[in-house]
């Protein structure tokens, strides 16, 4: 039995995600520890305990998450994290002395814990692998007016981190040539493998059963799964919406389901209500605030199509999510997006921010039935191939190969 470190400083699989730093990689620690667990894998989380407390919860059988104390308690905003790494590694430390455990391999998420994982890894001697999950570089290109670009302390630890993991994971190809081209990595010790979606709990189902379950009628509905952030560029979805009503010569619902995340996220929802109100679009936006993730499927399901228009996207969960429900996604044509949705097959992506090209792509599939028909038994047969038991058995593979030959190059062909 693989006995495997997982450090997630900055965000707990604990939180329901949808709001402040919980999202997707939140989702996906969770997921794929959960499978590695059904594949005789036990994977101890480490991430940091804002309540000041060492703290050991099982989620499921076979994975810990352990807090461990960094910093002081409460919230501290992502970047101020930075400074409390070294005390992190300590915590973690002195819990793997003080209860014997001893892993095999180390599966750092985001630069920060990448930090963390790589001081770790040199004085237990093990493998390291890491997933970036987003890139400095890559945000700095494509920033959202007024957002200032990724700080020169993340550029550097991301370099670090790049330069000592045996094995960096790209969730895309993208990711992949973003790590080789941007920063150098050794193509030979970059992987992509593919995140995954929970079938179980997105699937397609009655549309008209989840339109009454959010009390919402027959007529357009969009919606919007994620956080709140400049990045996510939401903007271009209300600008769209205000095109599309007078084109279709009726309301059009936007669900936004999701809450406000980092140092900005507070202001952008402000931001984007008057937006709403100085379009003349207020009564068609119904911020809905962070759900459940399990509660999250009901809104993919009431809704004709789903919004998706970040500035940069790694991947994009909440992509995959929708299509798995069936509900094809119109998105801006950026990183994982475009791996996930095939334009004019199962959704549309946008190679501009032309909220009328989005406009334009939201009446055709709005308009016709049967192509709507047609991309959405697509984007769910795009989905299917898309699992967590699939992206945990790659990982599993890599762990094996790292930890019995530990020569990382012949690991990730
Ligand atoms: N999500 C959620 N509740 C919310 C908003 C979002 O559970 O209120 C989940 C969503 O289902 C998806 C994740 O948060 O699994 C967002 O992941 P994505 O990759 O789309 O964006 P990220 O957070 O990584 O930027």
């Given amino acids: 039995m693989r006995r495997i470190a997982v450090v997630s400083y900055h965000s707990s699989p604990l939180v329901e995600p949808g709001l402040g730093d919980a999202g997707g990689m939140s989702v996906y620690v969770r997921s794929v520890s959960q499978a590695l667990s059904k594949l005789g894998f036990r994977t101890d989380i480490f991430t940091r305990s804002d309540s000041g407390m060492l703290a050991m919860t099982e989620i499921f059988p076979g994975v810990r998450v352990i807090a461990v104390p960094a910093g002081p308690a409460g919230t501290v905003d992502k970047l101020s994290l930075t400074s409390h790494i070294s005390e992190f590694v300590s915590g973690i430390r002195a819990f793997a002395t003080s209860t014997r455990s001893v892993y095999d391999a180390i599966h750092s998420h985001y630069w920060q814990s990448g930090v963390a994982a790589a001081d770790l890894a040199a004085s237990w001697r093990v493998p390291l692998v890491h ?51 941007l920063y150098g990595a050794n193509h030979d010790r970059i992987k992509t493998i593919y995140p995954g979606v929970d079938h179980a709990l997105f699937s397609p189902s009655d549309r008209a059963t989840a339109r009454r379950a959010l009390g919402l009628g ?147 599939l709005l308009g016709d039935r049967d192509l709507a028909r047609s991309l959405s038994a697509h984007a769910v047969e795009g989905a299917a191939s898309f699992t967590w038991e699939r992206t945990a058995c790659e990982l599993a593979d890599l762990y094996e190969c790292l930890v019995t030959e530990r020569m990382p190059e012949a690991c990730t062909c």
């Fill in 131 to 181: 997933s970036n999950h987003t890139l400095a570089k890559v945000k700095n290109r494509h920033l959202p007016p007024g957002d200032p670009p990724e700080p020169d302390a993340r550029l550097r630890g991301e370099e670090r981190v790049i330069a000592a993991a045996e094995t960096l994971i790209a969730s895309t190809d993208d990711e992949w040539e973003h790590l080789a081209c």
């Fill in 218 to 364: 027959e007529g357009p509905v969009l919606a919007y799964v994620g956080r709140i952030q400049p990045l996510k560029g939401l903007d271009l979805a209300l600008r769209a919406v205000e095109q599309l009503e007078p084109a279709l010569g009726e309301q059009v619902t936007l669900l936004v389901v999701g809450g406000a995340s980092g140092p900005a996220g507070e202001r952008e929802e402000k931001a984007l209500r008057s937006l709403a109100t100085s379009l003349g679009i207020a009564d068609s936006v119904r911020l809905e605030g962070p759900r459940p993730h399990a509660a999250t499927p009901t809104f993919y399901r009431a809704a004709d199509a789903v919004v998706v228009c970040s500035y940069s996207e790694s991947f994009g969960l909440s992509a995959l999510e929708a299509q798995a429900c069936g509900t094809p996604v119109v998105g801006t044509a950026v990183g994982g997006l475009k791996h996930i949705v095939v334009d004019g097959r199962s959704g549309f992506l946008c190679d501009s921010r032309d909220p009328s090209q989005f406009a334009g792509r939201l009446k055709t």
